[in-house]
């Protein structure tokens, strides 16, 4: 069965300053892999999302993402962030219909 | 185009009480999910919908939790007896297609004391 794994429960950045979110998963064999954002007081919206194709996934709010085969990864990452990304942020990956999610990492920004 | 919606938005109960909750996905969307989201830990798959018929309900956690899509559209989960464990979020989502981005409700916050 597929796993997802986020290391980091908690990352705090400098508003401003850029960030990873790390995320990797336990298969080798084809995926769809996403990754979620819970702001403050709201349900899950998508950021992004990898099927096929490119490896470098633009989000919303200037999120992008790579998938790594090779590695097993799907990082998120945003150049510079700002107050307002103040959130959790959930890897997930489909297996057939259902996802199977990761702990999330709650970003946290410091002024 | 309204998003999938969840009701009620919080929910506390005592232990033993019983407790429904529901969901109403985006219309024409036939796949219907339920993930739950207990404290501290990961979201979990509770069960599919593809319509009205339950397509896997493996993740769904005992007996005491009864989950209905009458006619296609809006589901119900209920919980009866409830438990303290059963304390959590409860994510409603729906897609199009399988396979696809899957929709998300706000949750629903139930808290059994």
């Known amino acids: 069965a597929q796993s997802v794994t986020q290391l980091d429960s908690q990352v705090p950045v400098f508003e401003e300053a850029p960030v990873e979110l790390r995320c990797n998963y336990s298969s080798s064999v084809s995926v769809y892999l996403f990754w979620y954002v819970q702001y403050p007081n709201q349900g899950l919206q998508l950021l992004l999302k990898?099927?096929?194709?490119s490896t470098l996934v633009k989000g919303i709010n200037g999120f992008e993402a790579e998938f790594n085969k090779s590695q097993t990864s799907f990082h998120l990452r945003k150049p510079s962030v700002h107050i307002s990304d103040t959130a959790e942020y959930f890897c997930?990956?489909?297996?057939?219909?259902?996802?199977?999610w990761g702990a999330g990492t709650k970003l946290i920004i410091k002024p | 185009e309204a998003g999938v919606t969840q009701f009620p938005s919080h929910s506390v109960i005592e232990k033993g009480q019983t407790v429904t909750l529901r969901c109403d996905p985006i219309?024409?969307?036939?796949?219907l999910y339920w993930y739950r989201r207990v404290m501290g830990k990961e979201i979990k798959f509770l069960l599919h919908f593809v319509k009205e018929s339950k397509q896997d309900e493996s993740g769904m956690p005992n007996n005491r939790f009864l989950a209905e899509r009458t006619g296609g559209t809006y589901s119900t989960l209920k919980v009866q007896p409830a438990e303290l464990e059963d304390s959590g979020v409860y994510f409603c989502a729906s897609s199009q297609l399988l396979g696809n981005e899957q929709f998300f409700g706000p949750g629903t916050r139930l808290t059994v004391l």
């Open positions: 219309s024409g969307h036939d796949n």
């Open positions: 997930a990956v489909s297996e057939h219909y259902q996802l199977i």
């Open positions: 990898y099927l096929s194709g």
